[in-house]
């Protein structure tokens, strides 16, 4: 067997159907216990979906059998993403690459995401950030569980009302000033280089196809 044709066998999903059947279809590595394997995109979106749900469970369990308890230090956020849903996500408190605070250096990642999808809508949009990390996090996602889609992302929610506005009423902690006022002069810049791209396009391209 050539290295081709092995990379490829060794490339397919491993998931078994209820049948025993392998998936088959062109995976890429995942990590998984006790050794990565590899996964199509859906097979990988529900692993991702099970190990992250064991995760919040087992904080639950902690929180429940606690009593009262300390949120892990962090922010928990809820924003509004272009494709139309809702992330709710969770970040350190840290000063993280270029002095930044790795909050706002979150935000910045995940619009990066959507940059070729939604080159003229990209960035994302915070609607409430609160004091607490992953064990905050963990609370809202069981809170809103009726709402989580499942996919490869784990972390993203229905455009309900009641949680929009539930996450409005919330608010930004203080703690997050550093943040958000970060996030925002990036999401200013970038706006504006937006709008300077759509005014130069409007310029030059109608005169790519040349005289009549």
């Known amino acids: 067997m050539n290295a081709g044709v092995l990379n490829e066998a060794l490339n397919k999903c491993v998931a ?30 529900m692993r991702y979906t099970y190990d992250t749900k064991r995760y919040r469970n087992k904080l639950m369990q902690r929180i429940e059998e606690a009593g ?14 272009p494709d139309g849903l809702l ?17 706002s250096n979150r935000w910045k990642a995940i619009s990066g995401e959507f940059k070729l999808s939604h080159p003229e809508n990209y960035m994302i949009r915070p609607i409430a950030v609160l004091d607490g990390g992953i064990s ?49 002069g990036w999401h200013t810049l970038q706006t504006g280089k937006i709008e300077k791209k759509k005014r130069e396009d409007q310029l030059w391209l109608p005169g790519l196809a040349g005289p009549s």
């Not at 078994?16 to 995942?30: A, P, T």
């Not at 009262?68 to 993403?81: K, R």
């Not at 992330?87 to 909050?103: C, E, F, Q, W, Y």
Request: net charge negative.
């Open 16 to 45: 078994l159907s209820d049948d025993g059947i392998q998936c088959g279809q062109v995976g890429s590595s995942r990590t998984g216990i006790p050794f990565p394997m590899p996964l199509c995109e859906r097979h990988g979106a």
């Open 68 to 81: 009262s308890f300390t949120h892990v230090p962090g922010f928990t956020y809820v924003a509004e993403l």
């Open 87 to 103: 992330k709710i996500g969770s970040s350190g408190n840290r000063v993280g690459n270029h002095g930044k605070p790795t909050l």
């Open 136 to 184: 905050q996090e963990a609370l809202l996602h069981e809170k809103w569980a009726d709402l989580r889609i499942d996919d490869k992302y784990g972390e993203r929610f229905k455009p309900d009302p009641e949680l929009i506005s539930w996450a409005k009423d919330q608010g930004y902690t203080p703690n997050a000033a550093d943040a958000i006022n970060d996030y925002r």
